[in-house]
């Protein structure tokens, strides 16, 4: 019998019908009561829909003073309600939004973003909005996990082995795993790494984890590749309870699919899936690493450090960050926060004549200079913590670029950058929402909003990436 949530009890659910009115702040299908029910104004959170349709649904369970609800079935289809292109939507714990078009997907994050801003007091932007050149298959990485407990859907066959699977964890099921065969978000040779591997693990007969008696030789799969090079990295993570038939299972997959430029098998044995930077690493094949070439510079891609996830649109990040810094004719920019050494690196490549990286990675500092080696670039890189490096190094500098993580810079750092020497600030921020607060104080603080731009990496996702360009206010 299929998993999934049990036959629906018409007697017991509280059917309603809803209209879809647009996405919540966490990118969740959002509607609203029709008649009989429209007296309720709490909004409804659905687990599906598209802006415009209008969904039978059950009402499950009120929480915070919304309703949160499952769609029954889809009575009128809204103007940008498309077919779901993936087999594996729906369950997939992945990307939710495939049944709106990409162009209601670009307009809804433009309302998102401008709602933020206007939520925040800032004076009313023209948005500018690049989308994605591709919505699919645009990932350049993707992680994939083995489960020993296997999610089963309807339409596969009785009898399927549950004791195995590889693919994704249905939404909000961390305790099972979906299978699965093609993933139209991740670079097309995903789907042939997918197979082979699950064949070479059968053959081999080497078991998927269970991450409950926290047992089960196979645990993750890690795959990258440098789109415009063609190099690629597969990486199998496994429990390090037998290496040989692991590294057998690997070496099957190289002979299945020689295109495959280097291969890595490393040990994880934490309760999580998160693998240190101490995890005891072995090269299988080639030579551990990638490289991948944006903006004419040739970066190194060790498995697990930071690299932008959409190269089509790291080239167009690349250009709004040189083309900052070219207006204000920055000839000193620091990138903090700046990983393997991304925007510092395109900025000397064109031209910028000094360029200091600030990052507390040792590990992707030493990247970072080796990537600017490479290259014959004179970038230099310091490692540290942004929060203490900040506030001896923001003088004589004319630009700049800030890159933190979700949480946003350390404060130290954020009044490092409010009293900075800088004429120009470009903030890139993963999530606006986040970074909104940030924003803010660097307004109140003299800073002036210059220039927003959604730059669209994550189509089929709520995601995306927002870039904005703050100038020093002009003193009265
Ligand atoms: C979103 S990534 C940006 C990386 C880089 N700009 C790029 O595009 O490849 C954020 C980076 O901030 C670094 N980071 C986090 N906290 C930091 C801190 N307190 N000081 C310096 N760097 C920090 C992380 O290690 C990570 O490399």
Known sequence: ???????????????????????????????????????????????????????????????????????????????????????????????????????????????????????????????????????????????????????????????????????????????????????????PETDALLAATRAAARAHQASAHDSLPHRGLLRMLLLRKGVNTGEILLELVSDGSDDARAERVAQSVAQECPWVSTMTHVVHQGMNDAVGADARRTVLLGTGVISEVVAGVRFRIQPRSFFQTNTAQAEVLARLVVTAAQEVNAQHVQDWCCGAGFFALVLAKAGVPRVLGIEISAGAVEDARVNALANALPAEFVAGDIAVVSTSCATAVDMLVLDPPRAGLPPAALEAACNSAARRLVYVACDLRASIGQIKTLVARGWQLTRVTLLDQFPHTPHTEVVLVLDRAPRD
């Open 1 to 187: 019998m299929a998993d999934g949530p049990a036959a629906t009890d018409r007697a017991r659910r509280k059917p309603a019908a809803v209209q879809v009115v647009g996405f919540d702040e966490r990118g969740r299908p959002m509607g609203r009561l029709l008649p009989p029910l429209e007296a309720d104004v709490r909004p409804v959170i659905l687990d599906a829909g598209s802006p415009g349709d209008v969904v039978d649904a059950d009402l499950l369970r009120k929480r915070r003073g919304v309703w949160e609800a499952r769609r029954v079935s889809t009575l009128q289809l809204g103007p940008a309600h498309v077919q779901a292109p993936c087999a594996h939507f729906g369950v997939c714990g992945g990307c939710r939004w495939q049944e709106t078009a990409y162009a209601g997907q670009l307009a809804a994050k433009a309302a998102g973003i401008e709602a933020i801003l206007r939520g925040a007091g800032l004076a009313p932007q023209k948005l500018h909005s690049i989308p994605a050149p591709a919505s699919e298959r645009y990932r350049n990485r993707m992680e994939f996990s083995f489960g020993a407990t296997r999610w089963v859907s309807g339409d596969e066959p009785d009898g399927v082995d549950r004791t195995f699977a590889l693919g994704m964890h249905p939404a909000g099921r961390f305790d099972r795993v979906l299978d699965i065969n093609a993933c139209l978000l991740a670079f």
